[in-house]
């Protein structure tokens, strides 16, 4: 992080990628395992007919460049170290919301040998939108509640995260 004080520059450049960020969002969309479900309305809300765009959120590739990352379904074996990497490569800071009750807690995949585990218990979760599947408006409410959370300067699950007392094995 930037030391404010003693850089008057670094203070206008952050509030500048804030302002850009809480405007115009990158997100990027990443199945964990879902049944397709979800991402069906999350592409139809990505799509003009429900138009995330019109909020300034914009759907784009690569993780490097995105700042929220859109995440469905349970997390299946094979998808658990993709989704770490994913999260891994997204520039800080950077947020995440899970969409259905599979991402929320496994849902109708709880308990499944191929399952291992919620969005939540792999990577830190800013918000949860519940539903089998969520509408279009409930995922376009979820990123709205994100981008005033952000606007209010709330900590985020990764700051969170990065605040807990890290685990001791033995
Ligand atoms: S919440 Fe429903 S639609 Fe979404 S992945 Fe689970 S079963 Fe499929």
């Known amino acids: 992080m930037s030391d404010q004080s003693s850089n008057p520059l670094a203070s206008v450049m952050d509030g500048l990628k804030s302002w850009a960020r809480i405007n115009s969002p990158w997100v990027i969309h990443y199945n964990s395992g879902s049944c397709n479900g979800c991402d069906i309305e999350i592409l139809a809300t990505l799509t003009p007919r429900y138009d995330l765009e019109r909020l300034g ?3 784009q590739g690569s993780p490097r460049h995105a700042d929220i990352l859109i995440c469905t379904g349970p997390v299946t074996r094979q998808s658990k170290e ?3 990497r994913i999260y891994e490569q997204m520039p800080s800071p950077k947020f995440v919301v899970a969409v259905g009750s599979c991402g929320t807690a496994s ?7 191929n399952i291992c585990e919620s969005i939540g218990d792999v990577i830190p979760v800013d918000v949860y939108v519940p539903g089998c599947a969520p509408r279009p408006e ?3 409410y979820g990123v709205a509640q994100l981008l005033e959370m952000i606007k209010s300067g709330a900590p985020s699950a990764e700051m969170r995260k990065a605040e ?7």
């Open 164 to 170: 807990e007392p890290a685990a001791v094995e033995g």
């Open 57 to 59: 959120v914009k759907l």
């Open 82 to 84: 993709r989704l770490k």
């Open 138 to 140: 409930a995922i376009i």
């Open 107 to 113: 849902g109708a995949f709880r308990g499944c040998y």
